[in-house]
């Protein structure tokens, strides 16, 4: 049922962005951001369960916190860059749009570097020990 | 929070683009750039409260930053 709502409302965005776009692009802006964030507000409300039971996994299977709340955070990163890469490349700016997924890609790989530190280290106090 | 939104802001856009037509016709160009300034304004700081709320929405969900 959230589908058919989800399809209308980005049915009805994009003839309103269409509609204004003659008259007055930057209204017509305003218009696609307000439906990209109505549809994200809807999928971050089913994300929310998921992730609860992710992180019930998580504490049930034992696995480190951090882990659960680094892939989290790449998660949620990868979400917004997209929103607004999204936004700003369907006006006209594909340039903007493609440094911000850089932006992403750098940011999701400065919160990862962490995690492979800790395996580096894990591997070689492995090694150690042989 | 549904479309409504969505439908406001079109309504908007559509009724500064009358207004200005009138006021163009009626040589009176610099009020028309004021008011579709405002109808702009006023749409954006709408709309920068949905991005607000999606941002905390989010921030909440994640616990991120």
Known sequence: ?130 | MDIDIIFKIAAVGIIVTIICQILKKSDREDIATLVSLVGLIIVLTVVLDMVAGLFDSIRSIFDLF
């Open chain 1, 1 to 130: 049922m959230e589908l058919v709502k989800i399809i209308g409302v980005g049915l009805v965005t994009a003839v309103a962005a269409i509609l204004l776009r003659s008259s007055k692009p930057e209204l017509s802006f305003a218009v696609t951001i307000a439906g990209a964030v109505i549809l994200l507000l809807f999928t971050v409300d089913m994300l929310s369960e998921t992730i609860g039971i992710f992180s019930q996994i998580g504490e049930a299977t034992g696995i480190d916190n951090t882990l659960i709340r680094t892939i989290l955070k790449i998660v949620a990163i990868g979400y917004l860059v997209e929103f607004a890469a999204g936004i700003v490349e369907d006006f006209g700016a594909k340039s903007i749009a493609d440094k911000l997924v850089f932006a992403g890609k750098v940011i999701i790989f400065a919160v990862a570097i962490p995690i492979v530190q800790g395996l580096v280290t894990m591997v070689s106090s492995f090694l150690e020990l042989v």
